[in-house]
């Protein structure tokens, strides 16, 4: 078994958001995603995996398919299933989350 802090040693970049790996395996991958505020991620997909977004702090919009922002917050999941386009903005304040990806894409096995 292993445990991690999830809201220790943040890491924020400039001028993009930063998502750091906490944990990486064959069978998936969980990211830690640290936003300055206004800072955002541009519509992108993971095309073999649904992808799962806990917000641990912050709020933000997050877009799925239809483009339509969602405001989101601490305590709250966001679920993307596999392929679908999302983007993400952090707000006024800094924005946290963890994210759950399964398997490894072909392009980033060693």
């Given at each position: ?13 400039t001028p993009n958001p930063y998502a750091q ?17 206004g800072q955002s991620i541009r519509q992108h ?36 299933e596999p392929g679908e386009s999302h983007q ?23």
């Amino acid at each position: 078994m292993q445990t991690m802090q999830l809201m220790e040693q943040l890491e924020f970049h400039t001028p993009n958001p930063y998502a750091q790996p906490l944990h990486v395996t064959d069978s998936g991958r969980i990211l830690r995603f640290m936003f300055k505020p206004g800072q955002s991620i541009r519509q992108h997909n993971a095309p073999h995996s649904p992808f799962y977004a806990v917000i641990l702090a912050g709020e933000g919009l997050f877009a799925g398919a239809d483009g339509r922002e969602q405001r989101v917050g601490p305590g709250e999941l966001v679920i993307f299933e596999p392929g679908e386009s999302h983007q993400v903005r952090a707000l006024e304040s800094e924005l946290v989350f963890v994210g759950f990806l399964h398997g490894i894409p072909p392009e980033l096995r060693g």
